[in-house]
């Protein structure tokens, strides 16, 4: 099961914020925050990842809380291809030869509209 | 960079035949996976490998799937006799193990497999 809770969907203007809310209040020590998203009929797209300090990068920022219950993804100016179900996954990052699998739960579906 | 290919693109087929669905991953990536997407179950992991040798394959559902990947830039996913329920999207992804820890999946473009 995934330990993450979204909200089912979101809508957002055309060239605004969209701020994506994700709980993990079950969060460990060792589990990463990763955000994925998934345009319709396209294979999930890897966006942005952290553990507890906040990131950004090319395509967004992520906000996680100090205690590391919540995390938000921004998308600074959004546009119409955007629009996709946006996935909040919690991961172990390891060492060695195995691999965290990634678990994907409901997402948040995101409307941008014009 | 290509990214990774999966092929085919759609497959249709009749309830029985065997299925085939093949992928290449990212060239370097030492790590594959294989997803299925359905509307009720979401996206799944089925099986995954580390350097061709499969690590979980917990995920399957039953003894019709198999997976192989016979070397370091190919894999097939078989389905053999298929059935309705297997009607879904199949991904591959590929990542990349950086400094001993493993890194972020890329996702081909899926096969949409219908089982009629």
């Known amino acids: 099961d995934a330990k993450t809770t979204q909200p089912t969907s979101m809508d957002c203007a055309e060239g605004r914020a969209a701020n994506l809310p994700c709980n993990h209040s079950?969060?460990?020590?060792?589990?990463?925050v990763y955000w994925y998203r998934q345009i319709h009929s396209q294979g999930p797209q890897y966006i942005i990842h952290?553990?507890?300090n906040n990131e950004t990068n090319e395509m967004a920022s992520l906000i996680i809380t100090e205690d590391r219950k919540s995390s938000t993804l921004i998308l600074p100016h959004a546009t119409l291809r955007d629009t996709a179900v946006y996935y909040c996954?919690?991961?172990?990052?390891?060492?060695?030869?195995?691999?965290?699998?990634?678990?994907f739960g409901k997402g948040t579906k995101l409307s941008v509209k014009p | 960079d290509a990214g990774v290919i999966q092929s085919p693109r759609h497959e249709v087929t009749e309830m029985g035949q065997e299925v085939t669905l093949r992928c290449k991953p990212i060239?370097?990536?030492?790590?594959l996976f294989w997803y299925r997407q359905t509307m009720m179950r979401g996206l799944e992991l089925l099986i995954y490998?580390?350097?061709?040798?499969?690590?979980?394959d917990s995920g399957m559902p039953e003894d019709r799937f198999s997976a192989k990947m016979p070397n370091a830039s190919f894999s097939t996913l078989k389905i053999q006799p298929s059935e309705p329920r297997d009607s879904a999207v199949y991904f591959c992804?590929?990542?990349?193990?950086?400094?001993?820890?493993?890194?972020?999946?890329?996702f081909g473009p899926g096969t949409r497999l219908t089982v009629l």
């Open positions: 490998f580390n350097n061709n040798v499969p690590i979980d």
């Open positions: 992804a590929s990542s990349l193990r950086l400094a001993g820890f493993t890194d972020t999946q890329y």
């Open positions: 996954i919690v991961r172990v990052q390891v060492y060695g030869g195995s691999q965290g699998n990634l678990i």
């Open positions: 952290g553990l507890k």
């Open positions: 079950t969060i460990s020590g060792n589990e990463y």
């Open positions: 060239s370097g990536h030492d790590y």
